[in-house]
């Protein structure tokens, strides 16, 4: 199914909605700084604001960044609407949050989703488990209303978690996938195709523009594009796997000298993931260029020398995108300096690099799922 999308990438679109991010700590960080995160959530409540933009129907809610990685914002669920917290997750198709059954030790430190106070609430007998890089979950499908900002997906069939494995530490009630529908549990159509097929959303496309410092100023745009969070045009990038955000990947160097994908690789836009991870031969190659060395499960360097390490570039679609020694390198609670390339599970017979929110922070993301794309362009 194709649309045409020539006039809709645009700030004046009939309809964007912008949902606010916020940046959250990895795992092991959180856990390490909880009295600090903690203490952030109480003085940066959550606050709706709506900003009309050149005449249009343009939407803004403040989405937060807390401190570190991934990057969350809020949604509701039910009638009268139940409000949650959750990471927009390109890398999965599902929506979940926690049941009010679920007894799992990760749960009672969520919001959980009380069914019995919902009057659009429906059940299924569809049971349900998806895997993360960073725990799993066991649940059951069920139906109901979600927001997202001024968009209303009506029927919505989503999961509720009634146990949960991992996560521990992570303050997220859930997660938003937005990926095809092909990897959701069987059946089950995600948020984002439901709002494309009741006519929700003006183009069919999203965007995503992390802050690159400040918690404050990231969002997750809906049904259109708004052209003051990127320079310059954006570079679009089709897809190689269709129901998949793989991209090809022309090569990955530093110092004009090419350090992995060197006969060309695939590439997967992950806004659910972190870091950038490769192959275990070649992150540890790049870890030893950068001169990082482990310190437990993490590669530490000098804060004193991230400035001066080398830039590496990602080329793809023949365009480089440069990424610093200073978006590469991230400080964790303890003032130790830690490098955001990481090892990757995938399993797969050619080279496969995740591209997550290191590399997003640098470049304003559209995805096009009306003609099976990704545009890239320098954020702002």
Same mark, same amino acid.
């Not at 009380?114 to 895997?131: D, P």
């Not at 836009?269 to 972190?274: A, E, I, N, R």
């Not at 590469?328 to 496969?352: A, M, N, P, Q, W």
């Given at each position: ?34 009295? +600090? ?34 990057? +969350? /914002? ?34 009672? =430190? ?38 997202? /900002? ?85 570079? $679009? ?7 998949? $955000? =793989?991209?090809? +990947? ?57 400035? =001066? ?60 799922? /009306? ?10």
């Amino acid at each position: 199914m194709k649309w045409l999308v020539l006039l809709g990438l645009v700030a004046f679109s009939e309809c964007i909605v912008k949902i606010p991010l916020r940046r959250v700590k990895t795992m092991r960080n959180t856990v390490s700084g909880k009295n +600090m995160l903690n203490n952030f959530l109480k003085e940066h409540a959550y606050r709706l604001s709506q900003i009309s933009f050149r005449g249009s129907n343009l939407t803004t809610l403040p989405l937060r960044n807390i401190m570190d990685m991934l990057h +969350m /914002g809020t949604i509701t669920i039910g009638t009268p609407p139940q409000e949650f917290q959750v990471v927009f997750d390109t890398g999965s198709s599902l929506l979940w949050v926690p049941s009010v059954s679920c007894k799992s030790s990760t749960c009672s =430190t969520r919001r959980r989703f009380r069914h019995l106070l919902s009057s659009t609430f429906r059940s299924t007998n569809v049971n349900c488990r998806i895997t993360y890089e960073s725990g799993r979950i066991k649940g059951k499908v069920v139906h109901d209303t979600v927001r997202i /900002g001024d968009l209303v997906s009506t029927d919505q069939l989503f999961g509720l978690s009634i146990e949960e494995y991992g996560f521990q530490g992570l303050p997220f009630d859930g997660i938003l996938g937005l990926n095809y529908p092909n990897i959701s549990c069987p059946g089950v159509i995600p948020v984002f195709d439901n709002l494309m097929k009741q006519g929700a959303v003006a183009e069919p496309v999203f965007a995503f523009y992390l802050n690159k410092s400040k918690q404050e100023g990231s969002v997750v745009m809906f049904g259109g594009v708004d052209q003051r969070y990127y320079e310059g045009e954006l570079n $679009w990038i089709p897809l190689i796997k269709l129901g998949s $955000w =793989t991209i090809h +990947m022309d090569r990955i160097s530093m110092r004009r000298e090419v350090i992995a994908c060197s006969d060309g690789c695939e590439a997967i836009v992950d806004t659910g993931t972190s870091a950038i991870r490769g192959p275990r031969r070649l992150i540890n190659n790049i870890q030893k260029l950068i001169g990082a060395k482990p310190r437990g499960s993490q590669y530490c360097v000098s804060c004193s020398a991230v400035n =001066t390490l080398p830039s590496i570039i990602f080329t793809i679609n023949s365009i480089s995108y440069t990424v610093p020694g200073r978006a590469y390198i991230l400080k964790d609670s303890r003032g130790r300096c830690y490098s955001t390339f990481k090892e990757h599970t995938v399993s797969s017979s050619t080279e496969t690099w995740i591209l997550g929110d290191v590399f997003l922070r640098m470049y304003f993301t559209v995805f096009d799922r /009306g003609n099976d794309r990704i545009g890239l362009a320098q954020a702002v």
